[in-house]
């Protein structure tokens, strides 16, 4: 009696939990069982849930890679993997955070096998979408604010090319033969301030572009170079010495690279922002460096601002926390970039230093190419 009290009670809580849950066959990843929350989520009534492989729930390259993931954790471990993509009856994908143990059971007629994945899926693209809209007002703000620094950085290669245009016309007015050693040295020069002037409006356009989150293998250097082209001037122009000590080769890292430049900058904006509160005579330094520790590839960002203090620096990651003065932040720039690192299956930390300011630490498990996955 007992033990069918016992058997009501957690069919009730399987039942009308409301995320879907699987009972999936370790072996062929048939779905043993699945409640009603699946059946509503996936748009397949229950019987014919029954009869089909968990893994067609999902398109053939996110199913190999479950698959493969499933079977490469200890199955004494739980297994989390956030923002993966399914796909419902009608066609439409949507991400889902999948959790994952491993249960035994006794008596389950016609089963090829007494042990079993219990599966539950949580829908999380109406959050996502929400985080999306963040991101881009994040990044929009952004633009607004280096403004200044990005109409120097491209006046530079537009007064080059005024130059020229300027030479070519003075000697066409005076007369004068334009010598194919000087022609060719004055278009030359023309041609590679053009490429820059477009190389930093690309850049802003694809740093701008409001993205779906597409993870694919990522160098971490790239990013942190590419975000002083948006920045650099900035620095320069308030005399921050900026140093960057990146490791070569790295292991690459799952993330979408667009991303990962937000994280930087978040951290770099932030850490400019410290080395200013401190006066225009304090020494100013930004120091970037990459390195790769046993399975992971970690970014420390150091600055020589005025540090915080242990109370701020449990709050740092904070929505809506911030030491800086009314209209003068948001207080989510670093409540987003934790967001994202997490995304991408990393850590970032802080350290608390009174001698050179503050170093963020950030870490992301490298990619195997060999599986598809992080390690």
């Not at 058997?7 to 879907?20: A, G, M, V």
């Not at 923002?83 to 143990?101: C, P, Q, T, V």
């Not at 040295?185 to 597409?214: M, P």
């Not at 399975?295 to 420390?300: G, S």
């Amino acid at each position: 009696m007992k033990l069918t009290a016992s058997e009501d009670k957690y069919r009730l809580l399987f039942d009308y939990d409301p995320n879907p849950i699987f009972m999936v066959d370790v072996e062929s990843a048939k779905i043993l069982d699945a409640n009603k929350s699946a059946s509503v989520t996936y748009q397949y009534d229950h019987e014919k849930l029954l009869e089909m492989s968990f893994l067609e729930l999902f398109d053939a390259d996110s199913a190999d890679r479950l698959w493969e993931h499933l079977h490469g954790f200890s199955r004494k471990d739980s297994l989390f993997i956030p923002k993966l993509w399914a796909r419902r009856k009608d066609g439409e994908n949507f991400y889902i955070n999948f959790h994952s143990r491993t249960g035994t059971f006794q008596e389950l007629e016609n089963e090829a096998s007494d042990l079993f994945y219990v599966i539950r899926t949580v829908d999380i693209t109406e959050r996502l979408e929400q985080e999306v809209h963040l991101i881009q007002a994040g990044k929009m703000a952004t633009l607004g604010e280096m403004s200044t620094g990005i109409a120097h950085e491209l006046n530079q290669p537009l007064n080059v090319i005024r130059v020229g245009a300027d030479f070519f016309a003075k000697m066409i007015k005076r007369g004068q033969k334009i010598s194919d050693e000087q022609l060719l040295k004055v278009s030359r020069n023309i041609g590679e301030q053009v490429d820059r002037a477009t190389s930093i409006i690309n850049h802003l356009r694809e740093f701008g572009r409001k993205s779906d989150l597409e993870v694919y293998p990522v160098d971490l250097n790239d990013p942190i170079r590419d975000i002083f082209t948006i920045i650099g001037q900035q620095l320069r122009l308030r005399n921050i010495e900026l140093s960057l000590r990146l490791d070569e080769p790295l292991g690459k890292i799952l993330a979408d690279k667009n991303r990962l430049e937000q994280i930087f900058l978040n951290l770099v904006t932030n850490a400019r922002d410290a080395m200013e509160a401190k006066g225009p005579e304090a020494i100013k330094k930004l120091t970037i460096t990459t390195y790769q520790e046993r399975n992971k590839v970690v970014a420390l960002v150091a600055d020589t601002g005025a540090g915080m203090s242990k109370e701020t620096c449990e709050k740092i990651f904070e929505p809506f926390f911030t030491t800086k003065e009314v209209g003068k932040g948001t207080g989510l720039g670093l409540s987003i970039t934790y967001g994202l690192v997490k995304d991408f299956g990393g850590d970032i930390e802080v350290k608390l230093s009174s001698d050179i300011g503050t170093i963020f630490k950030v870490s992301f498990p490298i990619h195997s190419e060999k599986r598809g996955l992080s390690a």
